[in-house]
């Protein structure tokens, strides 16, 4: 009788560990190559499914991005409350306070993770390690300029989702490139989303530099004012980085489509509609 009772014990643990196994592993920490000659699959909008082991990315406005998965999760970034009348709730919002368009006061209370990205009611860095089984939120804090009063640290995060088995970053109001410390915290990021606006965040030739030191594989620019800052932005990327721009507002991308050579994806904002 007790080896019975052991083996229904064994058999109901099953499934919380398969729920630990969900989330495909990712190289963040490692140095990994990108797929050669693969390419990338477009959907048309945010409701269709995601395929399997897949994550669509969708340009919302300013910063604002939606990330969806297959299983059905859904993240937004830099989330003001404003993305459009649809009939739509998050899992996971990402903020940063720098200015009224990366965050808002009023997180609806139905979302049910909202993330702020500066210090916490406890004096603290904000430190998130949010695991969902089928993705991984974490994020690195930055420091933000604050006029005559310097740096402020650990003010802005940079925000991780390991998902699929990619490694997708959100650099965020980045004011300053990342110290080796914070290098070696974000890892080998597939996909990254970059501010280009050239003054409020990081100059471009500043950015351009850490985007080369990234060197991940699918480049997004977004923060940028009119198509002059994008335009800059993407011939001082020209040669070590391909260029695709093709008018879309969201792409799918996997570890199988990641493109052979490094490529910025120039993606248009557009707010959510059914």
Known sequence: MTRIWTLLLLILSWPTVA???????SHCIALAGAAPGLTYIHTASYTDPVPAEAVRISYVDHAMFLIQTTGGLS??????????AVAFTPDVVTMNNAHGTH?????????PHPLEGWWQADGKPADHYLDLGEMLVRNVTTDLRSGDAGALPDANSIFVFEVAGLCIGHL??????????????????DVVMA???????????????ILQRLRSSVVIPMHWFDRRTLDAFVAGMQGDFAVERTGRTDLI???????????VMVLEPRLLSQ
């Open 195 to 209: 501010a280009v606006d050239g003054g409020r965040t990081v100059d471009l030739p500043t950015m351009i530099r």
């Open 172 to 189: 965020g109001h980045l004011h300053h490139e990342p110290t080796p410390a914070q290098y070696a915290a974000l890892g080998r990021m």
């Open 19 to 25: 729920v630990a196994q969900d989330r495909t592993p």
């Open 253 to 263: 991308v996997s570890l199988d489509t990641l493109p052979d050579q490094p490529t």
């Open 75 to 84: 993240v937004m970034t830099d989330f003001t409350g404003r993305y459009g």
């Open 103 to 111: 965050f808002t006061r009023s997180v609806d209370p139905a979302i």
